[in-house]
């Protein structure tokens, strides 16, 4: 459970107690990975996905969300443990659902079935968020007649409304893969998609406007499913598809998964082309799967003067060094039909919106596919790709990687006759050193479909990783001119020599022939590297019964695992600083012989010989004060700074650390600000006077990880934290947790004890060095988080008392001091995220909704709207006056208390420099009125209620002078104002029993204004 970037609860599932865990994070994502599947993982019959807490989150794949975790197998099919819930035969696989209550058995059959060849999470994959087909040529083909008549394109992407004027009759076909009802485009996003292909509106014209649409929804506003997408690409091909629009996309490796191999395999098999955008994360090294595919036509983005794109994601392939993208086309700011439930874009008029992204781009290489197929109906996807790719516009100032063969150029695309095969040229990666590197020749085969012989010249101009040109006779071509005959071919051989030049790194380039085609080419000097070789002994000495090591670039995004079937591993590493995660188990596993041996500071300069021996580690004990105090978990924790990066490992025990466990430090020592080693463990006590007890112990170590540790804390050296928590329906769980943070921001785990509705806990803590950081949490069923709560950092001394509150009324908004913005702009993207249901302490945090909605206004015009409580939204540049709304109805049967939350905030705001993250003004009221435990106060009495304002810490903030507040006692249909003195307001309850609502209302003094409203703030009792 994550509750923030430090604060994280861990939890065995049933029978798993005794299982040892490694934790690994970095760039804010976290895996963690039980002992018994790190091999499967590393020889790659699990997919690390299924591990990656941060992203199973992220893809709604907690235990908050669902109790099954989707899976594609690939293999023969599986017999027990999962659901088949569609066959995948594309790729000889199944898509299935394994209950995670019987995760453990089912991954254990899996693993241990000959006949899987792996399992794969089935991940979701994201959509890749007027003057653009005259940018590309458009007009130019439909003048010869070209208009995509009878050529069918299929959208899998988020449904199409096909009822848009824009789309009239264009659908001719749907399918729903996902778990929606229907078909139904929701934010928008395959709508415009659809339009920017086939749109034959009288001012936003599609590039295809007589093309047919095949509508496969393949995405919910989640994302895509894989197994969705995979279903759609069969259905597409099989409705007899010419071309495949995929505006959609996610991280790619260097394994072939199964949407890239039925890529590959569909297009083979059917000779329909796939289109597929490159995706948008705008770094080198970052194409999305599946557009990585071999077969597919990746498209990435350029601005209107063909300048790409900032967010484009650039090449090389993942593993390879292959050039991807392949093309490019327009892709920012690209106007298209708006479906009539779509909630994104920056609209232009009642019925279009403004969008950006790769996923803009794809389309209108789609509709140009279409276009080249009516011309040429007898050619495959394949001389479709061939034809787009060759006649497309190069830009000089642009790196192969950055745009492949170029942008989209339909008026050469429909006159051109020579093709190329292969469509580009990947010379491999060469292994440093250079001095010794054979050269590397292919063929490229010109085809001539005209009548006439066609002579050019034909040269290479490539660019290093630099930009700079590269060292010449690098790249080479013979012979250097070339007659292609009509209707037939002829060849050119194409070198790569690496041993050129002193630069390491991807170069690339195009074979130019003549003055119109051009043929990506690309080579990758491999960067300077070096042998590791780690042997692993026991404690006595030999070959370990079991070892593991992980390996986590610090300098680079290395990530590997040290594994094989003896006690010598040699893997391969790129020059730089390391960070080696190694554990030994000496003896029967099950005996607890157990050696943590981290090597947080490997330093690859030369070939390197490293030795992890678990006869240098010591034991590692720890003694609670209270001799019958429950260990319920042992965490060790190694974090490591590298400049602004911070990376980390572990190996988390439940049921505390085993008897024989022992910890040594491999390598030379840190210094201190550059390896913090954090040791924690807690301890369920016998509760007191009815509250509930702990024992939360946190050491911080720098430098270098400890031979050895031993540690008993008396009371008198721990502070002593008392809590409170509110009411509650008395049929749900409670669960309150602590974890504490190192000086790096490095944090251990907590665990969550179960505590009662208006109950109390008692924790005792460790103080040095230590930040703690306190959760609560309401869960209804067996996993289902309805009501999640974190106090704001907290630091003590030894013998301090400090107390918490939490789950008190009233809940609303507020703005504790965070280290998240609540309202903010980033260049032309405005974030709102304002916490509506803080409780009475003012912990930040919230409850499963109902409903909810967030707008956002410029100028008086929506800009966008979302049916989540906060949202980020696309503006126009420049500044205006904004309106931002909330409302938000909490789900029923979690509290009787603020039902219902709207608010309403203006502020002016501006376009802000690239990459700064501005804070925007925002001010709240905070209701504090004393109330009984359940929330109540008597009917028919005057009730006084102190006020809070808080703002926005880092924001531009104006002085808030007055606030207006007001009553209702009817659920907001009536209000009456009530009179504010001294800081609070003074109410009058009404004579009946029910429910009071509170709403407050200002400004400050540069003209920011907010009001919002707490439906059922309080009870009135009789």
Same mark, same amino acid.
């Given at each position: 459970?994550?509750?923030?970037?430090?604060?994280?609860?861990?939890?065995?599932?049933?029978?798993?107690?005794?299982?040892?865990?490694?934790?690994?994070?970095?760039?804010?994502?976290?895996?963690?990975?039980?002992?018994?599947?790190?091999?499967?993982?590393?020889?790659?019959?699990?997919?690390?996905?299924?591990?990656?807490?941060?992203?199973?989150?992220?893809?709604?794949?907690?235990?908050?969300?669902?109790?099954?975790?989707?899976?594609?197998?690939?293999?023969?099919?599986?017999?027990?443990?999962?659901?088949?819930?569609?066959?995948?035969?594309?790729?000889?696989?199944?898509?299935?659902?394994?209950?995670?209550?019987?995760?453990?058995?089912?991954?254990?059959?899996?693993?241990?079935?000959?006949?899987?060849?792996?399992?794969?999470?089935?991940?979701?994959?994201?959509?890749?968020?007027?003057?653009?087909?005259?940018?590309?040529?458009?007009?130019?083909?439909?003048?010869?007649?070209?208009?995509?008549?009878?050529?069918?394109?299929?959208?899998?992407?988020?449904?199409?409304?096909?009822?848009?004027?824009?789309?009239?009759?264009?659908?001719?076909?749907?399918?729903?893969?996902?778990?929606?009802?229907?078909?139904?485009?929701?934010?928008?996003?395959?709508?415009?998609?659809?339009?920017?292909?086939?749109?034959?509106?009288?001012?936003?014209?599609?590039?295809?406007?007589?093309?047919?649409?095949?509508?496969?929804?393949?995405?919910?506003?989640?994302?895509?499913?894989?197994?969705?997408?995979?279903?759609?690409?069969?259905?597409?091909?099989?409705?007899?598809?010419?071309?495949?629009?995929?505006?959609?996309?996610?991280?790619?490796?260097?394994?072939?998964?199964?949407?890239?191999?039925?890529?590959?395999?569909?297009?083979?098999?059917?000779?329909?082309?796939?289109?597929?955008?490159?995706?948008?994360?705008?770094?080198?090294?970052?194409?999305?799967?599946?557009?990585?595919?071999?077969?597919?036509?990746?498209?990435?983005?350029?601005?209107?003067?063909?300048?790409?794109?900032?967010?484009?994601?650039?090449?090389?392939?993942?593993?390879?060094?292959?050039?991807?993208?392949?093309?490019?086309?327009?892709?920012?700011?690209?106007?298209?039909?708006?479906?009539?439930?779509?909630?994104?874009?920056?609209?232009?008029?009642?019925?279009?919106?403004?969008?950006?992204?790769?996923?803009?781009?794809?389309?209108?290489?789609?509709?140009?596919?279409?276009?080249?197929?009516?011309?040429?109906?007898?050619?495959?996807?394949?001389?479709?790709?061939?034809?787009?790719?060759?006649?497309?516009?190069?830009?000089?100032?642009?790196?192969?990687?950055?745009?492949?063969?170029?942008?989209?150029?339909?008026?050469?695309?429909?006159?051109?006759?020579?093709?190329?095969?292969?469509?580009?040229?990947?010379?491999?990666?060469?292994?440093?050193?250079?001095?010794?590197?054979?050269?590397?020749?292919?063929?490229?085969?010109?085809?001539?479909?005209?009548?006439?012989?066609?002579?050019?010249?034909?040269?290479?101009?490539?660019?290093?990783?630099?930009?700079?040109?590269?060292?010449?006779?690098?790249?080479?071509?013979?012979?250097?001119?070339?007659?292609?005959?009509?209707?037939?071919?002829?060849? +050119?051989?194409? &070198?790569?020599?690496?041993?050129? #030049?002193? $630069?390491?790194?991807?170069? *690339? /380039?195009? =074979?130019?022939?003549? @003055?119109?085609?051009?043929?990506?080419?690309?080579?990758?000097?491999?960067?300077?590297?070096?042998? +590791?070789?780690? &042997?692993?002994?026991?404690?006595? #000495?030999? $070959?370990?019964?079991?070892? *593991? /090591?992980? =390996?986590?670039?610090? @300098?680079?995004?290395?990530?590997?695992?040290?594994?094989?079937?003896?006690?010598?591993?040699?893997?391969?590493?790129?020059?730089?600083?390391?960070?080696?995660?190694?554990?030994?188990?000496?003896?029967?596993?099950?005996?607890?012989?157990?050696?943590?041996?981290?090597?947080?500071?490997?330093?690859?300069?030369?070939?390197?010989?490293?030795?992890?021996?678990?006869?240098?580690?010591?034991?590692?004990?720890?003694?609670?004060?209270?001799?019958?105090?429950?260990?319920?978990?042992?965490?060790?924790?190694?974090?490591?700074?590298?400049?602004?990066?911070?990376?980390?490992?572990?190996?988390?025990?439940?049921?505390?650390?085993?008897?024989?466990?022992?910890?040594?430090?491999?390598?030379?020592?840190?210094?201190?600000?550059?390896?913090?080693?954090?040791?924690?463990?807690?301890?369920?006590?016998?509760?007191?006077?009815?509250?509930?007890?702990?024992?939360?112990?946190?050491?911080?170590?720098?430098?270098?990880?400890?031979?050895?540790?031993?540690?008993?804390?008396?009371?008198?050296?721990?502070?002593?934290?008392?809590?409170?928590?509110?009411?509650?329906?008395?049929?749900?769980?409670?669960?309150?947790?602590?974890?504490?943070?190192?000086?790096?921001?490095?944090?251990?785990?907590?665990?969550?004890?179960?505590?009662?509705?208006?109950?109390?806990?008692?924790?005792?803590?460790?103080?040095?060095?230590?930040?703690?950081?306190?959760?609560?949490?309401?869960?209804?069923?067996?996993?289902?988080?309805?009501?999640?709560?974190?106090?704001?950092?907290?630091?003590?001394?030894?013998?301090?008392?400090?107390?918490?509150?939490?789950?008190?009324?009233?809940?609303?908004?507020?703005?504790?001091?965070?280290?998240?913005?609540?309202?903010?702009?980033?260049?032309?993207?405005?974030?709102?995220?304002?916490?509506?249901?803080?409780?009475?302490?003012?912990?930040?945090?919230?409850?499963?909704?109902?409903?909810?909605?967030?707008?956002?206004?410029?100028?008086?015009?929506?800009?966008?709207?979302?049916?989540?409580?906060?949202?980020?939204?696309?503006?126009?540049?420049?500044?205006?006056?904004?309106?931002?709304?909330?409302?938000?109805?909490?789900?029923?049967?979690?509290?009787?208390?603020?039902?219902?939350?709207?608010?309403?905030?203006?502020?002016?705001?501006?376009?802000?420099?690239?990459?700064?993250?501005?804070?925007?003004?925002?001010?709240?009221?905070?209701?504090?009125?004393?109330?009984?435990?359940?929330?109540?106060?008597?009917?028919?009495?005057?009730?006084?209620?102190?006020?809070?304002?808080?703002?926005?810490?880092?924001?531009?903030?104006?002085?808030?002078?007055?606030?207006?507040?007001?009553?209702?006692?009817?659920?907001?249909?009536?209000?009456?104002?009530?009179?504010?003195?001294?800081?609070?307001?003074?109410?009058?309850?009404?004579?009946?029993?029910?429910?009071?609502?509170?709403?407050?209302?200002?400004?400050?003094?540069?003209?920011?204004?907010?009001?919002?409203?707490?439906?059922?703030?309080?009870?009135?009792?009789?």
């Amino acid at each position: 459970m994550l509750n923030g970037p430090t604060s994280r609860s861990l939890r065995p599932g049933p029978g798993r107690e005794d299982v040892v865990f490694h934790t690994f994070h970095r760039d804010g994502r976290l895996h963690v990975v039980p002992a018994d599947a790190l091999a499967a993982v590393a020889k790659g019959k699990l997919d690390l996905r299924l591990f990656d807490v941060t992203g199973l989150v992220e893809s709604g794949y907690d235990d908050a969300k669902r109790d099954t975790l989707p899976l594609i197998i690939t293999g023969d099919q599986p017999r027990a443990g999962v659901q088949v819930t569609r066959a995948l035969p594309t790729v000889g696989a199944v898509a299935a659902n394994t209950a995670k209550s019987d995760a453990t058995t089912t991954f254990q059959a899996l693993v241990n079935d000959p006949g899987v060849k792996k399992v794969w999470l089935d991940g979701l994959r994201q959509p890749n968020l007027d003057r653009s087909t005259a940018q590309i040529g458009a007009p130019t083909a439909w003048q010869a007649g070209h208009t995509g008549k009878g050529v069918k394109v299929a959208v899998l992407d988020g449904g199409v409304d096909g009822a848009h004027p824009d789309l009239a009759g264009k659908e001719v076909a749907e399918r729903n893969f996902t778990e929606d009802p229907d078909a139904t485009d929701v934010d928008g996003h395959g709508t415009h998609v659809a339009a920017t292909i086939a749109s034959n509106g009288p001012k936003y014209k599609g590039v295809a406007p007589d093309a047919e649409i095949l509508d496969g929804k393949v995405c919910v506003l989640q994302g895509c499913a894989e197994s969705w997408i995979l279903g759609g690409m069969q259905w597409a091909v099989d409705q007899g598809a010419d071309v495949v629009n995929l505006s959609l996309g996610g991280g790619d490796s260097p394994t072939l998964d199964p949407l890239e191999e039925a890529v590959n395999t569909l297009s083979a098999q059917s000779g329909t082309l796939f289109v597929i955008a490159a995706g948008n994360s705008g770094r080198p090294g970052t194409v999305g799967s599946p557009g990585s595919a071999d077969a597919a036509l990746t498209v990435g983005a350029v601005e209107r003067d063909d300048s790409i794109a900032y967010f484009s994601s650039r090449g090389p392939r993942v593993g390879d060094g292959a050039v991807k993208p392949d093309i490019t086309a327009p892709g920012v700011d690209i106007v298209a039909a708006k479906a009539a439930t779509g909630s994104i874009g920056t609209p232009v008029d009642e019925n279009h919106v403004a969008l950006s992204g790769t996923s803009m781009a794809t389309p209108h290489v789609a509709g140009a596919a279409a276009l080249i197929a009516q011309q040429h109906p007898d050619w495959t996807g394949a001389q479709i790709k061939a034809a787009l790719m060759a006649s497309a516009k190069n830009n000089p100032a642009l790196t192969a990687f950055d745009q492949g063969a170029g942008r989209v150029d339909l008026a050469k695309a429909i006159t051109t006759t020579v093709t190329t095969d292969p469509v580009s040229l990947s010379m491999g990666v060469q292994q440093w050193p250079h001095t010794d590197d054979t050269p590397v020749t292919k063929d490229l085969t010109y085809r001539n479909s005209g009548t006439e012989p066609v002579t050019f010249p034909v040269s290479v101009d490539a660019k290093g990783p630099d930009g700079k040109p590269a060292p010449a006779g690098m790249f080479t071509v013979s012979p250097a001119t070339v007659t292609v005959p009509a209707g037939g071919e002829a060849k +050119v051989t194409v &070198t790569a020599d690496t041993r050129v #030049g002193t $630069a390491d790194g991807a170069f *690339s /380039g195009t =074979v130019v022939a003549g @003055d119109v085609l051009r043929t990506p080419v690309a080579v990758e000097r491999e960067v300077e590297s070096y042998g +590791v070789d780690a &042997t692993f002994l026991d404690a006595d #000495g030999a $070959a370990p019964t079991q070892y *593991s /090591g992980v =390996v986590m670039g610090l @300098d680079n995004d290395t990530f590997t695992f040290l594994e094989d079937t003896d006690n010598t591993v040699t893997t391969r590493l790129p020059k730089g600083e390391y960070l080696v995660s190694a554990m030994v188990t000496t003896g029967d596993p099950a005996d607890g012989r157990l050696a943590v041996l981290p090597h947080p500071s490997l330093t690859v300069t030369r070939d390197v010989s490293l030795t992890f021996d678990a006869r240098t580690a010591k034991p590692l004990k720890v003694t609670p004060p209270e001799p019958d105090a429950v260990a319920v978990i042992g965490d060790i924790g190694v974090t490591r700074t590298l400049g602004n990066r911070r990376s980390g490992s572990g190996v988390a025990f439940f049921e505390g650390f085993p008897e024989h466990l022992t910890i040594g430090h491999s390598g030379p020592a840190l210094p201190a600000d550059q390896l913090e080693v954090m040791i924690s463990a807690q301890y369920e006590g016998k509760p007191v006077d009815g509250a509930h007890v702990a024992y939360r112990f946190a050491w911080i170590e720098h430098g270098r990880a400890p031979t050895g540790f031993d540690r008993a804390p008396a009371k008198g050296e721990l502070a002593e934290v008392r809590t409170k928590f509110g009411p509650g329906p008395a049929a749900d769980e409670f669960i309150h947790g602590g974890n504490a943070v190192g000086p790096s921001g490095s944090g251990g785990w907590s665990t969550h004890f179960r505590v009662k509705p208006g109950g109390a806990a008692v924790d005792y803590v460790t103080t040095a060095d230590l930040t703690w950081i306190w959760q609560f949490n309401q869960i209804q069923g067996v996993s289902d988080f309805v009501s999640n709560y974190t106090a704001p950092d907290r630091t003590y001394r030894p013998g301090q008392r400090g107390e918490e509150r939490f789950n008190f009324p009233v809940y609303g908004p507020g703005l504790p001091v965070s280290r998240f913005e609540y309202l903010a702009r980033v260049g032309d993207h405005l974030l709102v995220d304002v916490p509506l249901l803080n409780d009475g302490a003012n912990n930040l945090g919230g409850s499963r909704h109902q409903t909810a909605r967030t707008a956002l206004y410029r100028d008086g015009t929506k800009i966008g709207e979302v049916p989540e409580p906060g949202g980020q939204f696309t503006v126009p540049g420049g500044a205006a006056d904004y309106r931002a709304e909330v409302d938000y109805v909490r789900a029923p049967g979690i509290s009787e208390l603020s039902t219902r939350v709207t608010g309403a905030w203006t502020f002016r705001s501006d376009t802000t420099p690239t990459g700064e993250i501005r804070k925007l003004p925002i001010s709240v009221v905070r209701f504090a009125p004393k109330l009984d435990a359940d929330g109540g106060t008597p009917a028919g009495r005057l009730l006084r209620i102190p006020l809070t304002v808080e703002q926005q810490q880092g924001a531009d903030n104006g002085r808030v002078r007055k606030v207006e507040v007001d009553v209702s006692f009817d659920d907001g249909k009536t209000w009456s104002k009530v009179p504010v003195v001294g800081g609070a307001a003074l109410v009058r309850n009404a004579d009946q029993a029910g429910f009071a609502s509170l709403r407050a209302k200002g400004s400050d003094s540069k003209g920011n204004t907010f009001e919002h409203s707490v439906i059922r703030a309080y009870r009135l009792t009789k």
